[in-house]
C-alpha cells in the first residue's frame, strides 16, 4: 500500500489550500482514511477522518473550515482548507487503516502513512 499526498504549499492567511492523497491498490473503498499534521515542537494530530462509508470526523480547531472528502474511483482523498492560519502551519501527513479504526481512538497510529506534505500560513 502506497500513499502519495501532495498539494501543501504557501499561502496567506484568509486563504484556501487542498491536499490530495493518492491510494495504490484497492485499499481505499473499505479504509479509513486520515489527515493528520505536525507543528515543529508538537505532537502529531488528528486533523479529520473519512470512514468507508462518508462518515467524518474533524478536529475542533478545524471545523467548519476544513472539508475531507473521497473518490474511491479515483483511488483519491481530499482535505479542503479553507480560512487558513497560521496555527494551520504543519506537515500534513495522510494515513488509512481497517475500516473499523474510524470507531476507535485514532490518535494512536494508523496502519499506513504518506510522505508529508508542507502547508506553511504566513500571516
Known amino acids: 500500500v502506497q500513499l502519495q499526498a501532495s498539494g501543501g504549499g504557501l499561502v496567506q492567511a484568509g486563504g484556501s489550500l487542498r491536499l490530495s492523497c493518492a491510494a495504490s491498490?484497492?485499499?481505499?473503498?473499505?479504509?479509513?482514511m486520515g489527515w493528520y499534521r505536525q507543528a515543529p515542537g508538537k505532537q502529531r494530530e488528528l486533523v479529520a477522518a473519512?470512514?468507508?462509508?462518508?462518515?467524518?470526523k474533524y478536529a475542533e480547531s478545524v471545523k467548519g473550515r476544513f472539508i475531507i472528502s473521497r473518490d474511491n474511483y479515483k483511488g483519491t482523498v481530499y482535505l479542503q482548507m479553507n480560512s487558513l492560519k497560521p496555527e494551520d502551519t504543519a506537515v500534513y501527513y495522510c494515513?488509512?487503516?481497517?475500516?473499523?479504526?474510524?470507531?476507535?481512538?485514532?490518535?494512536?497510529?494508523?496502519?499506513?502513512w504518506g510522505k508529508g506534505t508542507q502547508v506553511t500560513v504566513s500571516s
Open positions: 494515513a488509512a487503516d481497517r475500516g473499523y479504526k474510524f470507531y476507535l481512538d485514532m490518535s494512536d497510529g494508523m496502519a499506513y
Open positions: 491498490g484497492s485499499i481505499l473503498s473499505g479504509a479509513v
Open positions: 473519512i470512514s468507508s462509508g462518508d462518515s467524518t
